[in-house]
C-alpha cells in the first residue's frame, strides 16, 4: 500500500529532468548568438585588416599613435613612421585602425 504512491511519484521525473535543462541550453544559445559570434567577426576582420596592411597607409596604433607604414615585415611586425625621421617598430596585431589606405600598384 505505501509503495503505489511512491511509484507514481517517480514516473514523471524523466520528464521534468529533460524540462530543467531546457533554460540552461537557451541562456547558452542566446550567449552565442549575443556575445561569441559577434567578437568571432569582430576578430576575423581584425586579422583581414592586419594582413592587408602595405607600405603608405595611414593607421592608429591601440596606443592612440598616428602612422604610415614604412615596411611591412615577415614576423609580424611593421614600421610605422610618426614624424620626419621618428620610426617605430610595432607588432602587427597592435592596428587598431586604418585611417586612410594606399593604391595598389598598377603594372
Known amino acids: 500500500m505505501f509503495v503505489t504512491p511512491a511509484y507514481?511519484?517517480?514516473?514523471?521525473?524523466?520528464?521534468?529532468?529533460?524540462?530543467?535543462?531546457?533554460?540552461?541550453?537557451?541562456?547558452?544559445?542566446?550567449?552565442?548568438?549575443?556575445?561569441?559570434?559577434?567578437?568571432?567577426?569582430?576578430?576575423?576582420?581584425?586579422?583581414?585588416?592586419?594582413?592587408?596592411?602595405?607600405?603608405?597607409?595611414?593607421?592608429?596604433?591601440?596606443g592612440g599613435l598616428i602612422g604610415k607604414v614604412i615596411k611591412v615585415k615577415e614576423d609580424n611586425e611593421i614600421e610605422v613612421e610618426l614624424s620626419e625621421g621618428v620610426k617605430v617598430r610595432v607588432v602587427q596585431s597592435t592596428i587598431a585602425q586604418v585611417i586612410s589606405k594606399t593604391e595598389p600598384a598598377k603594372d
Do not use: C, N, S, W
Open 8 to 62: 507514481a511519484q517517480a514516473a514523471g521525473g524523466a520528464v521534468a529532468g529533460i524540462g530543467q535543462f531546457l533554460p540552461i541550453v537557451l541562456i547558452f544559445g542566446i550567449v552565442y548568438f549575443l556575445m561569441i559570434r559577434p567578437q568571432q567577426k569582430r576578430v576575423k576582420e581584425h586579422k583581414a585588416m592586419v594582413e592587408a596592411l602595405r607600405r603608405g597607409d595611414v593607421v592608429v596604433t591601440q
